[in-house]
């Protein structure tokens, strides 16, 4: 059973609408991060965060921006979903850094029209 | 910097054939590396990883992984699949002492009757 969750599961949403990605662990881990992935592509990190009030852009850039107020919660959110934005975006935690094993969640599945 | 190459997108083998699933990676320091399960419609999971010590590295599920440092790989290998095997396996290396994982694209594993 996951100790991370993430909603919803799927969207589809039309060109130019605000959305938010939820995500929330159960852990207690500090480090959480959000990963983007493509069929057939890496994971590319886009976000991730050190703690409460820490937040760090990744490797892959993103139009997203993150928050993080809470330990538990680390929401993803997007102004003006475009398109190109249409992938699978997960969310992981883990209670210290590399080699610190990732837990994820199940994935959000966005589909911008 | 760290890279991943999975030298295999898919692979396809009956049930209770054996498998390797190749990975190499690069870098210029000492590394961790990781084999990340990918079940259908579900997030990655840990399969296994190597920290140091023993070359070969035994996981969940009759997996296992060696490493080869002049070669720079580390391929995964189960002696008999099971249908259950069907998922995507993501090869990943960190750098000791860095903050993040670096994903392989991918190997899509298919276990037919």
């Known amino acids: 059973e996951a100790d991370i969750y993430q909603t919803p599961r799927y969207l589809v949403i039309g060109t130019g609408k605000k959305i938010t990605l939820e995500c929330s662990q159960t852990m207690g881990h500090d480090k959480m991060y959000w990963y983007q992935q493509d069929p057939g592509m890496e994971l590319h990190l886009i976000h991730y965060s050190y703690g409460v009030n820490s937040t760090e852009k990744g490797d892959l850039s993103s139009e997203s921006t993150v928050s993080r107020i809470r330990t538990e919660h680390f929401p993803l959110t997007l102004e003006s979903a475009r398109p190109s934005h249409t992938s699978q975006y997960l969310c992981?935690?883990?209670?210290?850094?590399?080699?610190?094993?990732?837990?994820f969640g199940n994935g959000t599945r966005l589909t911008v029209t | 910097a760290q890279s991943v190459t999975q030298l295999d997108s898919q692979v396809p083998v009956f049930e209770e054939a054996p498998v390797e699933l190749r990975c190499n990676y690069s870098?210029?320091?000492?590394?961790?590396l990781f084999w990340y399960v990918q079940y259908p419609n579900q997030g990655l999971q840990l399969l296994l990883k190597y920290l140091s010590g023993s070359t070969l590295v035994k996981g969940i599920n009759g997996f296992e992984a060696e490493f080869n440092k002049s070669q720079t790989s580390f391929h995964l290998r189960k002696p008999s699949v099971h249908i259950s095997d069907t998922a995507e396996y993501f090869c990943a290396v960190s750098a000791q002492g860095a903050q993040k994982l670096v994903f392989g694209q991918g190997t899509r594993l298919t276990i037919n009757p």
């Open positions: 992981a935690s883990s209670e210290w850094w590399v080699p610190s094993p990732l837990h």
């Open positions: 870098s210029s320091v000492s590394v961790y």
